[in-house]
Antibody, heavy 114, light 107 residues
Framework: EVQLVESGGGLVQPGGSLRLSCAAS????????MHWVRQAPGRGLVWVSR????????NYADSVKGRFTISRDNAKNTLWLQMNSLRAEDTAVYYC???????WGQGALVTVSS | DIQMTQSPSSLSASIGDRVTITCRAS??????LNWYQQKPGKAPKLLIY???SLQSGVPSTFSGSGSGTDFTLTISSLQPEDFASYYC?????????FGGGTKVEIK
């Protein structure tokens, strides 16, 4: 059974950092591009970043470029999102999803507030 | 960036109604269009991919059509479990973009 399980969310002050993890199981993780998508409270879905199967290619939304870093460890079947210089507008539930968009994690809530 | 415009933003319908949601792209995206259903507190669920292909396990009451810039999601007979929010998404180019969503409520 395919599973994506996020962890690492929480409350952080503006300017702080947080790292989200997405543990994958039930499929050959290294064969798939992976994505992060976020959803601010009461708002719509926004694409954040993607990474290819071997980690050599990444893309970011302009709103997070230079502050967020996506990475992966295929030996550990884990995807990460390192978030630095966090702002109030980064407050959202963050989802990981595989490229076919058929499986998503349950979401991790990140709250940026003083 | 490609803008995805969904309409309506919300609608009220009754059980058994036929419901249509539209999504318009600001430029041609061929058939690189997905539709999702999302219920409160849950992750989005893929309903339709490549504009008209039904995802495995999704009821056949859901269908998608369109190409280029204009797309439609149709629910042929609304069921109680279909009351949710629906989003379109273009997967044609980076940055991937979503429509603003359509909330389907009970009349």
């Amino acid at each position: 059974e395919v599973q994506l399980v996020e962890s690492g969310g929480g409350l952080v002050q503006p300017g702080g950092s947080l790292r989200l993890s997405c543990a994958a199981s039930g499929f050959t993780f290294s064969n798939y591009w992976m994505h992060w998508v976020r959803q601010a409270p009461g708002r719509g879905l926004v694409w954040v970043s993607r990474i290819n199967g071997d980690g050599s290619s990444t893309n970011y939304a302009d709103s997070v470029k230079g502050r967020f870093t996506i990475s992966r460890d295929n030996a550990k079947n884990t995807l990460w999102l390192q978030m630095n210089s966090l702002r109030a507008e980064d407050t959202a539930v963050y989802y990981c999803a595989r490229v076919l968009w058929d499986y998503w994690g349950q979401g991790a809530l990140v709250t940026v507030s003083s | 960036d490609i803008q995805m415009t969904q309409s309506p933003s919300s609608l009220s319908a009754s059980i058994g109604d036929r419901v249509t949601i539209t999504c318009r792209a600001s430029q041609s995206i061929s058939t690189y269009l997905n539709w999702y259903q999302q219920k409160p507190g849950k992750a989005p669920k893929l309903l339709i991919y490549a504009a008209s292909s039904l995802q495995s396990g999704v009821p056949s009451t859901f269908s998608g059509s369109g190409s280029g810039t204009d797309f439609t999601l149709t629910i042929s007979s609304l069921q109680p479990e279909d009351f949710a929010s629906y989003y379109c998404q273009q997967s044609y180019t980076i940055p991937l973009t979503f429509g603003g969503g359509t909330k389907v409520e009970i009349k």
